[in-house]
């Protein structure tokens, strides 16, 4: 390991470390992995992504207009608060085998609503006007996890349109789980 490389304890699936390095390839910060077998996400990816805005300003991931920014936190924090949490292995534990499926579907669409009409108001290509911002970061890994628990994204078609257009990004691509040092050689791209 070289000095001053930053160290990002990450699993493959975690939709908090896929945030992380999505920020990371955005802003080219190489950056050493040391997988871990996380039992619930931390809530710490929001606070280190701004970390990283404020130390490598470039791209930027928080718009310089105080309302785009505003909007780019709430979009962040209603994903990365309101939604993925529902579905951490934690809460499914708790929730039970047989209800899991059922139980992640209800969170996810009942978040999904609520973003889908938010972002009917602020998007252009992304979620926030046309860059990407944190709001973007959070989303992929999200939609993500709904495709994961078979959600129905037809009625979401402000979330498809703009995830298609994150997942063409390099940085959206090599920060994918399916191409992490610690997946599962049956889930690798």
């Not at 080219?28 to 130390?55: F, H, M, R, V, W």
């Not at 470039?58 to 529902?86: E, N, Y």
Request: net charge neutral.
């Amino acid at each position: 390991m070289q000095a001053g490389k930053p160290i990002l304890y990450s699993y493959f699936r975690s939709s908090c470390s896929w945030r992380v390095r999505i920020a990371l390839a955005l802003k080219s910060i190489d950056y050493e992995t040391i997988p871990i077998n996380l039992i619930k996400d931390g809530g710490q990816q929001l606070a280190i992504i701004e970390y990283l805005e404020e130390t490598r300003p470039t791209p930027r991931l928080l718009p310089q207009d105080p309302k785009k920014r505003a909007h780019v936190r709430m979009i962040s924090d209603l994903i990365a608060s309101g939604i993925q949490p529902l579905q951490n292995l934690s809460v499914l534990k708790e929730v039970g085998q047989e209800n899991q499926l059922t139980w992640a579907q209800e969170a996810i669409n009942f978040g999904f609503n609520a973003l889908e009409h938010i972002l009917q108001t602020t998007a252009g290509k992304y979620c926030v006007g046309n860059e990407v911002s944190m709001a973007d970061l959070c989303l992929v890994p999200q939609v993500a996890n709904a495709e994961r628990f078979k959600v129905d994204l037809t009625p979401y078609p402000t979330i498809s349109r703009i995830n298609k257009s994150l997942l063409a990004l390099e940085a959206f691509q090599v920060s994918h789980p399916c191409r992490q040092p610690d997946t599962p050689p049956e889930l690798r791209a």
